[in-house]
């Protein structure tokens, strides 16, 4: 049973520090793999999706990198700002022919203060 | 891009009656919607996979006949939650898988309903 988990769980960092966010998964056979920003009581925003086959994608200040086989995905928010504060999940859709639901993670719980 | 419209995005109701909300894809056809519920401070778990015109998927441990969905239409998904009780009360979040395209790798979320059963 895929399990996706998030380190860490909540973090507070001063503003313009670059973050680094971790997500680990346990079974390497995933289609590909999604990081999202939650505000809260809200809807998930899309950030940036990674295939299986790739190994970063970028965005603005934001860069995700992805490690199949050993499990891990990290978040690299760059110069944070206020605006960043919200929950970031990622989440995995796994292998298989038809299967395009996403598992998520825990989430990380971030505020940037200024 | 692609939008996802939720209804009701809020909702009180009392325990023992049934609630329904409705997922749109705006934009484009979905023939797939997946429902997902979201405790606080919790992350989102799959409740279902509703596919246009046939029944519904339900993950394990989510009961069939208290959270009925339907899919009539390819923009139109429905998560009714039977005989409501206040454990019920919850972030009720859907997506929809684009029908075909460039998109098809990519679902969109809607913007959630947060239920609340007294």
């Known amino acids: 049973k895929q399990e996706v988990t998030q380190i860490p769980a909540a973090l507070s960092v001063p503003e313009g520090e670059n973050l680094v966010l971790n997500c680990s998964f346990t079974?390497?056979?995933?289609?590909?793999l999604q990081w999202f920003r939650q505000d809260p009581g809200k809807g998930l925003t899309s950030l940036l999706l990674?295939?299986?086959?790739?190994r970063e994608q970028t965005s603005g200040r934001l860069n995700a990198s992805l490690d199949k086989s050993s499990g891990r995905s990290t978040l690299y928010i760059a110069a944070s700002q206020p605006g960043d504060s919200a929950t970031y999940l990622c989440?995995?859709?796994?292998?298989?022919?038809?299967?395009?639901?996403?598992?998520f993670g825990t989430g990380t719980r971030l505020k940037v203060l200024a | 891009g692609a939008v996802v419209s939720q209804h009701p995005s809020r909702v009180i109701c009392k325990s023992g009656t049934s609630v329904k909300i409705e997922c749109r894809s705006l934009d484009f056809q979905a023939t797939t919607m997946f429902w997902y519920r979201q405790f606080p401070k919790q992350s989102l778990m799959l409740m279902a996979t509703?596919?246009?015109?046939?029944?519904?998927?339900?993950e394990q441990g989510v009961e069939k006949d208290k959270f009925l969905i339907n899919h009539a239409s390819l923009t139109l998904s429905t998560l009714t939650v039977t005989s409501a009780h206040p454990e019920d009360s919850s972030f009720y979040i859907c997506?929809?898988?684009?029908?075909?395209?460039?998109?098809?790798?990519?679902?969109?979320f809607g913007p959630g309903t947060r239920l609340l059963v007294l």
């Open positions: 990674i295939q299986s086959s790739q």
């Open positions: 509703s596919n246009e015109g046939s029944k519904a998927t339900y």
């Open positions: 989440a995995v859709r796994p292998e298989g022919s038809g299967t395009y639901k996403y598992i």
């Open positions: 079974d390497s056979a995933i289609y590909n």
């Open positions: 997506s929809a898988r684009a029908y075909e395209g460039e998109d098809e790798e990519t679902q969109y």
